[in-house]
């Protein structure tokens, strides 16, 4: 049995670190894999993989509702060092401008190819930015009808900064209300309820609010989506500081990854088709997805901190690297799998390419960014304080 190294920086959670370093890549390789998939994209390639969906499905319940969890509980920790107005005004810095600069810059091309592909738009992409995209409204209804400008997929920046807004406003009311609540749900989450709980609250989203709130990620209305990551973060961020759950979480890992198989077994054969159609087999369904939600993220978690101590450079730069990533990578896949449509290259070697030449792209825009003081915050990147030899030098004489 393998013995976890001690991290070489114990004020981190250098697990939650990987966590959040993996579950982006992932969404890398995710949305790469939304070129060759039935489900609704910008833009599609010419190829169609149908075994691919029950792969990403493997993913997609959890994927995104992990993120918003490790998001609550670096929040919770760095309100452990800052007041909460100082707090939301670092994260408004950290979330806002990044989101705004993607919305004016980032996001257009996205849109714009997609318009190309399924409406013929040839009128270039000038015209289109400033005839359609700063329109502020509905265009080119019924199909595909884009609100624009739009965050595509940086909503989740808006949904992250919504929930921490609404956090602070609540902690600055009742200071004392994380440590409170965070204790008791601990302890009513001891032995088999860690498991339980969050699984009957995950499953009650997917029954009652998905059929009636489908996923829109436009903010308003998008009750079940709330629902779903909101949840998440709060579990993340009242838990943050409950050494007992993390040691459970971790002490139950491999029987969480049996659940978690057996759960996602059942959703996967209602999925596709194996029983037939009813409304007993959509409940057992929706409780399925939602019971593997949470302990798909509870085995990555105590995976996690049983085996992803390791620090170093490699951990120090992507962390710092994922949120730019994250940025600019959909915006690079997209115009990529365009430039390669009509190629004649097989699925294999244009998602080879398609996945080599984001994560490029990825990596330079970095690069680029972490060197240029105002591309900084325009990326999500903290402004660096100018070393004091830099202020004597511009000193006068």
């Known amino acids: 049995m393998s ?16 966590v959040r370093i993996l579950a982006f890549a992932l969404l890398i390789f995710y949305h790469v894999g939304m070129l060759y998939v039935s489900w609704g994209f910008h833009i599609k390639s010419e ?11 493997v993913v997609n319940p959890w994927r995104l509702s992990l993120l918003f969890l490790v998001s609550g509980v670096a929040s919770r920790f760095m309100l452990g060092k800052v007041r909460p107005a100082a707090f939301a005004r670092a994260r408004s810095v950290r979330l806002l401008i990044p989101l705004m600069t993607g919305m004016l810059v980032i996001v257009p091309p996205q849109s714009y190819l997609q318009i190309v592909e399924s409406r013929g738009y ?53 200071p004392t209300v994380a ?22 609250l995950f499953s009650a989203w997917r029954l009652f609010l998905s059929p009636v709130f489908p996923s829109t990620h436009a903010l308003f209305g998008d009750w079940y989506n709330h629902a779903d990551y909101a949840t998440a973060f709060l579990i993340g961020f009242l838990l943050a500081r409950q050494g007992a759950v993390w040691q459970e979480l971790e002490r139950q890992r491999w029987v969480t990854l049996t659940l978690a198989a057996a759960c996602f077994a059942v959703f996967i054969l209602m999925y596709i ?37 390791a620090d170093g450079p490699v951990r120090r730069y992507l962390t710092d690297a994922i949120f730019p990533f994250y940025i600019v990578h959909q915006t690079a896949i997209i115009v990529i799998a365009h430039a390669l449509r009509g190629s004649g290259l097989s699925a294999a070697n ?8 984001t994560a490029f792209t990825c990596l330079i825009s970095y690069e680029i960014a972490r060197r240029v003081g105002w591309l900084r915050p325009l990326f999500g ?11 004597v030098r511009q000193q006068p004489a």
């Open 350 to 357: 244009e998602a080879a390419i398609v996945i080599s030449g």
């Open 381 to 391: 990147l903290r402004i660096e304080p100018r070393s004091v030899g830099a202020t």
């Open 3 to 18: 013995t976890p190294q001690p991290p070489s920086n114990p004020g981190r959670r250098i697990d939650l670190d990987w």
């Open 47 to 57: 190829h169609r993989l149908t075994w691919l969906e029950p792969v990403m499905l």
């Open 273 to 309: 088709g194996v029983f037939p159609r009813s409304a007993m087999l959509r409940w057992f369904a929706g409780a399925a997805y939602g019971c593997y939600q949470w302990i798909a993220m509870a085995t990555v978690l105590g995976f996690a901190r049983r085996h992803l101590t």
């Open 179 to 200: 440590d409170r609540i965070g204790e008791r749900l601990a302890a009513m989450l001891a032995g088999p309820w860690l498991l339980v709980v969050p699984c009957l």
């Open 122 to 174: 040839s009128a270039g992409f000038a015209d289109y930015y400033l005839h359609h995209y700063l329109a502020f409204g509905a265009q080119f209804c019924p199909t595909p009808c884009i609100v624009q400008p739009t965050w595509n997929h940086l909503w989740f920046v808006v949904y992250l900064w919504v929930y921490t807004m609404a956090l602070v406003g609540l902690l600055c009311l009742w």
